[in-house]
């Protein structure tokens, strides 16, 4: 057990900030003292976690982020932020020349605005093997002649337009390149490593594409090793796997397949978002993916495997349209299921009355507030309907926050929300933010009574903070989190803990 002191902490429930909290053997939260050394007479023998004058507060909980997709930047070349081709190309052969025994290389990274556009023959120079360049978007790439060959060889049929691959057979390429099992028994504790040291300690897995993965989650949480709780979202195709079985009945204690994940549209940043009006600078309205028919059938077949949340994606405002067309049909139908919208980014106003209506909850990304000063070209006064939390908010639409890693740092997204949300249907407060990144999505996950806040009887998911966020002139890009505890166990290496004879000099 633990006696965290000697700092802020912050309970939500009152209006001033705790001064104690102690936590039991097993990671739960058993006392909060609004007093200092209010709780000097609970158990001896807790540790004293001294804060250093610190602020407490509840872990993230990141409702669209992914762990065992983004784990593959580790084994891949990630040349994400590289200003030009020119550069690119240097830099992916030399990481051919480092890994000679590679069957296949990947890298991600390409920026059409700064790499220009690219197909197989511009590639092709770089080397004789199978090589695919994803875009940093994670909705297209680009494979090189040897990969198409050796596609064609394994029979995977995936259309391209010279190598060009984007949405369903950018996915085919993408699963088919991920990290084998046994390398991602390594891979996602060494994601889960960075998520802690960002205060993230609960994540919602928005696209799990293989058994391997699954398989991989499943065998980490039964042998302890996920310091991390996970709620999977499948794709549907892996419902037709013959060993999906096993992987259903498999909950916790802290990975579940919670749902599974459904595309109707592509991203505003590779114009393949579905609008009701046309992008200015190209002449259409993006890719709608998916008809009623085809997702009925897909949320029919999870719901008789026993699935009861139901992920959506969807960007544009004519997908998010749709989205609820299809849960104000099906959700009189499935009357125990939950729905979500993954990004419901640009949302016609006209909308919002009618999701107050339906169980459904917009997953939404903070950072993504960035497009509303730099998609001006594509959107013009659409720019307006960029993430609205201030319309929603009142309007009383459940809302959580995620990250889609991009970038997954939750204090720099809810910086550019408030930093680009500049028309005031977009404007939320610091407070309403990190409640959104933080009960926001434990309520979503049905886990409001373990998770989401400090409160007596919740797990001490909490992270240290070296500034408070609350304090308008703090910036929230610079603050700190100095140490992240997952069920009363501290994560971060940083933690020296002080014995049973700091505490009792400390509350004489
Ligand atoms: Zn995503």
Redo the contacts with the bound molecule.
């Keep these: 057990m633990h006696l965290f002191t000697n700092g802020f902490i912050f309970f939500s429930k009152e209006t001033a900030w705790a001064k104690e909290l102690l936590t039991d053997d097993n990671g739960t939260i058993v006392a909060i003292s609004k007093t200092e050394h209010g709780l000097k007479h609970s158990e001896r023998d807790a540790e004293i976690v001294d804060l250093k004058g610190g602020y407490l507060f509840p872990a993230f909980e990141d409702a ?3 762990p065992a997709m983004m784990c593959r930047l580790f084994s891949d070349l990630n040349i994400n932020g590289v200003q030009s081709w020119t550069e690119a190309q240097a830099a992916i052969r030399s990481y051919i020349a480092a890994h000679p025994r590679k069957e296949w290389y990947s890298v991600y990274g390409w920026n059409n605005a700064t790499w220009g556009d690219l197909k197989d023959t511009d590639i092709d120079p770089l080397t004789e093997k199978p090589l695919f360049i994803m875009n940093i978007s ?1 909705h297209g790439g680009v494979l090189n002649t040897a990969a198409q060959r050796k596609l064609r060889e394994d029979r995977v049929e995936v259309a391209h337009d010279h190598g060009v691959v984007e949405e369903e057979q950018f996915q085919i390429v993408e699963a088919l390149t991920l990290p084998k099992y046994d390398e991602l028994l390594s891979l996602i504790p060494q994601f889960e490593r960075e998520l802690h040291t960002q205060g993230i300690v609960s994540v919602h897995d ?2 799990i594409a293989t058994m391997d993965q699954l398989e991989a989650y499943m065998d980490l949480d039964r042998t302890g090793k996920l310091s991390l709780n996970v709620a999977g979202h499948i794709s549907s195709d892996l419902l037709n796997h013959p060993k999906i079985h096993a992987a259903l009945a498999h909950t916790g204690p802290h990975f579940s397949v919670a749902g599974i994940k459904i595309f109707l549209d592509g991203a505003i940043g590779v114009h393949t978002a579905f609008m009701s009006n046309p992008y200015k600078d190209v002449r259409h309205r993006g890719i709608p993916r998916g008809s009623f028919p085809d997702v009925a059938t897909k949320i029919a077949k999870a719901y008789h495997a026993g699935l009861r949340s139901f992920a959506i ?1 969807a960007i544009g405002d004519a997908a998010i349209s749709t989205v609820l067309t299809i849960c104000e049909k099906l959700s009189r139908k499935y009357t125990d299921a939950s729905w979500r919208i ?2 419901s980014e640009v949302i016609h106003p006209r909308d919002i009355q009618r999701m107050v209506h339906l169980p459904i909850t917009l997953v939404m990304q903070p950072n993504f507030s960035w497009d509303i000063g730099n998609y001006k070209d594509r959107l013009g006064d659409m720019v307006r309907w960029i993430n609205p939390f201030r319309l929603l908010l009142n309007g009383n639409v459940a809302v959580a926050f ?1 990250s ?2 991009m970038p997954t740092n939750p204090f720099q997204g809810i910086a550019w929300a408030l930093e680009y949300g500049a028309y005031p249907e977009q404007k939320i407060t610091r407070k309403e933010a990190m409640a959104l990144y933080t009960a926001g999505g434990a309520k979503l996950a049905q886990e409001k009574k373990t998770r989401g806040s400090i409160d007596v009887g919740k797990k001490a998911n909490l992270m240290l903070l070296d500034q408070n966020p609350f304090d308008e002139t703090v910036s929230l890009e610079r603050i700190r989190v100095l140490e992240t505890w997952f069920e009363g166990k501290p994560q971060l290496s940083s933690r020296v803990m002080e014995r049973h004879p700091a505490h009792a000099q400390h509350i004489a």
């Design positions: 669209h982020n992914h994670f928005m696209w994606h993954e990004h995620g889609d890693n």
